[in-house]
Structure formats: structure tokens, C-alpha cells
């Protein structure tokens, strides 16, 4: 299946109105700010935990040569 990728912009348009109709128009900068937390909070986990795995990486490929 395409994932995200597959949605396109008329469905964005849609699912944008949805939202528009349900939260109303006072809502959306409140939702919008938490999403934006929420993302950036899971950016920087994900790239704690690639940096965490680096150095173990090296030193396998270190016992690797060896």
C-alpha cells in the first residue's frame, strides 16, 4: 500500500475541511501547536536513539575487521 504518500492533495484538502468542521476555527492553532510539539518531540527521540546505536555499530564493525 502507498502510505501517506498515496493520500495526494485533494485529500489533504478534505481531511483539512473535516477537521475545520469538527475543532472549529478557535481550535486550530491549539491543535496545531500540539502536533507541532508532539512531532518535534518524536524527531528528537528518534535521533537520540540512532546516535545511541552509532557507537555500537562502530564497534562491531571494529570485532568485525578484527
Known sequence: MGG???IGVPGLIIILVIVLIVFGPKK???????????????KKSTRGLIDDDEPVKKEEKKSEIL
Do not use: D, H, R
Open 4 to 6: 501517506l504518500g498515496a
Open 28 to 42: 486550530l492553532p491549539e491543535i496545531g501547536a500540539a502536533v507541532g510539539k508532539t512531532f518535534s518531540e518524536f
